[in-house]
């Protein structure tokens, strides 16, 4: 429209938007073509709260720490770690891919009295009691 050298104002109406909408799009074809179009203006949307430094502790203690009495990082256990949200921490962590819940490598159990449950659950298993004398009936 504005090649047919439609006003800015007629041209406003007809797209039902403001004139200094139309001259905003107007002025960044001229100064960039094409490009200025299609492409998002430099410093458009919101800034990032959270800086790289930041960031880079969250996937360091991601793939190198484990918290106290689990195997693995949650994204609530992360986020009370380093004292942001877990909305943040699920970003962070779908950005670069981790799944710490995901591992390929078998983690023991960090509690404390772990051996001794693994201990009953085999004696059970290479043991079981009697039918009878537990009162279960399959």
Not at 9 to 35: M, P
Not at 43 to 64: E, F, M, Q
Not at 87 to 106: D, G, N
Request: with cysteine; net charge positive; aromatic share 8%.
């Amino acid at each position: 429209m504005a090649g047919e050298t439609k006003h800015d104002l007629d041209i406003g109406k007809s797209l039902n938007c403001s004139r200094n909408t139309v001259r905003l799009w107007r002025n960044r074809f001229i100064n960039h073509g094409i490009d200025g179009i299609v492409r998002d203006a430099p410093g458009r949307g919101r800034k990032p709260i959270i800086d790289k430094k930041k960031i880079d502790r969250i996937i360091k203690a991601t793939l190198h720490t484990t918290p106290t009495n689990a195997t693995h990082w949650s994204v609530r256990t992360m986020a009370r770690q380093q004292k942001i949200s877990p909305a943040s921490v699920q970003r962070i962590w779908y950005r670069y891919q981790l799944k710490p819940h995901l591992t390929e490598t078998f983690k023991l159990s960090k509690d404390p009295r772990f051996l001794e449950k693994l201990e009953d659950i085999v004696g059970l298993y290479l043991n079981p009691p009697d039918k009878e004398s537990t009162g279960i009936l399959f």
